[in-house]
């Protein structure tokens, strides 16, 4: 009976050591999942930091700029420098237009008591075809209309000495005067094409708002005050 007990304990030794690996299994276990827990938040973190980094530019490459805004004083300065240029060239191209005898007719810059010379552009037909309206009269001398439904009933509105009709002079003047048709270089045949004529122009005061008839009809409204005279000494253009 005594020889069997070291064979008991040596069991039991074998037993214990067989349960030692179990147990250190078990004991890390818990300390395996504390660090797994522990790396994956810290992934987490560093996968937005590299994404970012990602789109931060490299180094030695600036980002583009953008232009920023015009000033509302800037926009001013170029609103103000588009009117002059815009301006200033209109103002040349009247000139110009006055120079070479463009545009529409022209003011003359005459005063009453002048006598100026004046060439008329003109057609046969403005005989019979130049009139104008008006309830004034300068020095003796009317339209042969008090307006365009009306004929001059103050006295004669046939005598050319004394009927204002508008003419247009070569170099774009307009002006009423009265005589022409009277004068003996245009008593005869005259020419079928247009032509012109050289006068005298005696400037005797102002007509106020004439209406023209030309030979497409009477015009739509009255004109300002007009220079109006008398023509002499009138010769035809060779």
Not at 29 to 43: C, Q, R, W
Not at 66 to 74: C, D, G, K, L, N
Not at 117 to 138: F, H
Request: proline letters at 9%; hydrophobic letters at 35%; charged letters at 30%.
């Amino acid at each position: 009976m005594a020889e069997k007990e070291p064979d008991e304990d040596k069991d039991e030794v074998e037993d214990e050591g067989e349960g030692e690996p179990e147990a250190e299994a078990k004991a890390e276990a818990p300390k395996a999942e504390a660090k797994a827990e522990a790396k994956a938040p810290a992934a987490a973190k560093a996968a937005p930091a590299k994404a970012a980094a990602k789109k931060q530019p490299k180094a030695g490459k600036a980002a583009p700029r953008r232009a920023p805004p015009p000033s509302s004083a800037s926009l001013g300065k170029s609103m103000v420098l588009f009117v002059v240029v815009v301006g200033t060239l209109a103002a040349g191209f009247a000139l110009l237009g006055q120079e070479r005898g463009g545009g529409g007719p022209r003011g003359p810059s005459w005063k009453p008591g002048q006598t100026v010379d004046v060439e008329i552009t003109l057609v046969a037909s403005d005989k019979r075809e130049l009139n104008c309206a008006a309830t004034d009269e300068v020095a003796g001398r009317h339209c042969s209309f008090e307006s365009p439904t009306k004929v001059w009933g103050k006295g004669d509105p046939g005598d050319d000495k004394k009927t204002l009709r508008p003419y247009t002079s070569t170099d774009n003047v307009q002006f009423v005067a009265a005589g022409l048709w009277s004068e003996p270089a245009l008593a005869g045949n005259l020419p079928t094409t247009r032509f012109s004529v050289k006068c005298k122009y005696t400037v005797e005061g102002k007509l106020k708002s004439p209406t023209f008839h030309w030979e497409s009809g009477w015009e739509g409204q009255p004109r300002g005050e007009m220079l109006a005279g008398v023509l002499t000494g009138c010769t035809l253009t060779p």
